[in-house]
């Protein structure tokens, strides 16, 4: 799905949506928001890159980290929870993951998760992506598009 059809859709249908970022650093957030329209639908993200800005800024309860780790599927979607709560967004959706270039938690390079909460409930997807770590982060993105057009119904 093109960035320009689903934000137009999600414009016109009266859905929100806020954004947190871990690998990705903001990547799909800018995606989003370089569509001219954007500010209808995109009510703001938070990028919490390190496992304490999770917690701390983000809200993520510190025993989802500790239970599951800051890469899994579990933090993923409670990122997409809170963000969408800070922004009063009808959607959520939160990417983290392991760009590389090494593994961290156990977790090899290229394992992503994207999480999206809100209108319709949750849900999370397990992406195992190769590449360089620009690769994968881009891979993300457009992951994360995807999610959200097949999410959002448009």
């Given at each position: 799905?093109?960035?320009?059809?689903?934000?137009?859709?999600?414009?016109?249908?009266?859905?929100?949506?806020?954004?947190?970022?871990?690998?990705?650093?903001?990547?799909?957030?800018?995606?989003?928001?370089?569509?001219?329209?954007?500010?209808?639908?995109?009510?703001?993200?938070?990028?919490?890159?390190?496992?304490?800005?999770?917690?701390?800024v983000l809200g993520?309860?510190?025993?989802?980290?500790?239970?599951?780790?800051?890469?899994?599927?579990?933090?993923?979607?409670?990122?997409?929870?809170?963000?969408?709560?800070?922004?009063?967004?009808?959607?959520?959706?939160?990417?983290?993951?392991?760009?590389?270039?090494?593994?961290?938690?156990?977790?090899?390079?290229?394992?992503?998760?994207?999480?999206?909460?809100?209108?319709?409930?949750?849900?999370?997807?397990?992406?195992?992506?190769?590449?360089?770590?620009?690769?994968?982060?881009?891979?993300?993105?457009?992951?994360?598009?995807?999610?959200?057009?097949?999410?959002?119904?448009?």
């Open positions: 799905m093109r960035v320009s059809e689903l934000i137009e859709a999600m414009a016109s249908s009266g859905k929100s949506i806020a954004v947190a970022e871990s690998l990705t650093g903001g990547a799909l957030l800018s995606e989003l928001i370089s569509i001219p329209g954007a500010s209808n639908v995109v009510q703001g993200g938070i990028v919490c890159y390190s496992t304490e800005s999770k917690t701390q993520v309860p510190a025993e989802i980290i500790e239970q599951y780790g800051a890469v899994s599927a579990e933090t993923a979607i409670e990122m997409a929870s809170q963000v969408a709560q800070k922004f009063s967004a009808n959607i959520g959706i939160a990417t983290t993951g392991v760009a590389g270039p090494d593994a961290q938690e156990g977790k090899p390079v290229g394992q992503v998760y994207l999480a999206i909460a809100g209108i319709s409930g949750s849900e999370v997807l397990s992406l195992n992506l190769t590449g360089n770590r620009d690769q994968i982060r881009h891979g993300t993105v457009s992951a994360g598009i995807d999610l959200l057009g097949k999410y959002s119904g448009t």
